[in-house]
């Protein structure tokens, strides 16, 4: 009577490695295998790519694409290399004003968007400082054809974040007085 409990557990324990370690498979082995984070990103665009936060398993690029699109792709490091997964996109906004946010968006991992600051402002999400990436730092060709002249990314993941599902974003001046400030 005993064996019959033990060869049941016995089971299910079998079948939860079994379940592991092809998740582990398809974790560690599926994907293009590139040997840089560069050489993964998608190509089926003229991009512009940006380098953003980095972890020793994960890239983040920032893009600039076909003139009127501004999104973000994160490339993974499993066992086979490093391979592109998801990627966000949306139209370029019109040229913004100086020290105002007028959008956002998210791919669930970060919250980010365009920004164009005057003086020594601040970008913050829901009390957390946004990391701020310049444009200036992009080649004349393509300020010129993106129209980001003194643009700058700003972003803040979800990990430094309590709340996930509403956002205040706001520009907040050396006084501390906020300038601008968006609800989604």
């Known amino acids: 009577m005993r064996k019959g409990p033990y060869r049941i557990t016995l089971l299910a324990l079998a079948l939860i490695a079994i379940a592991f370690l092809v998740n582990q498979y398809f974790i560690q082995f599926t994907g293009n295998g590139k040997k840089t984070p560069e050489e993964a990103l998608p190509t089926d665009s003229q991009y ?11 890239q983040r690029f920032f893009f600039l694409s076909n003139k009127k699109y501004f999104g973000t792709s994160v490339v993974t490091k499993n066992l086979k290399g490093w391979s592109a997964h998801e990627r966000v996109s949306a139209s370029l906004p019109n040229p913004l004003e100086e020290n105002k946010v007028t959008q956002a968006f998210s791919d669930q991992k970060i919250i980010y968007g365009l920004v164009k600051l005057s003086g020594e402002v601040k970008v ?12 200036n730092s992009l080649s004349e060709d393509v300020l010129s054809i993106y129209n980001v002249n003194d643009y700058s990314i700003w972003y803040v993941q979800f990990s430094h974040l309590e709340n ?21």
């Open 48 to 58: 512009e790519w940006i380098d953003g936060p980095k972890t020793e398993n994960e």
């Open 124 to 135: 913050d999400v829901n009390g957390v400082t946004a990391e701020l990436i310049d444009l």
């Open 164 to 184: 996930h599902e509403n956002f205040t974003i706001k520009l907040i001046n050396s006084n501390n007085e906020t300038i601008s400030e968006l609800s989604i």
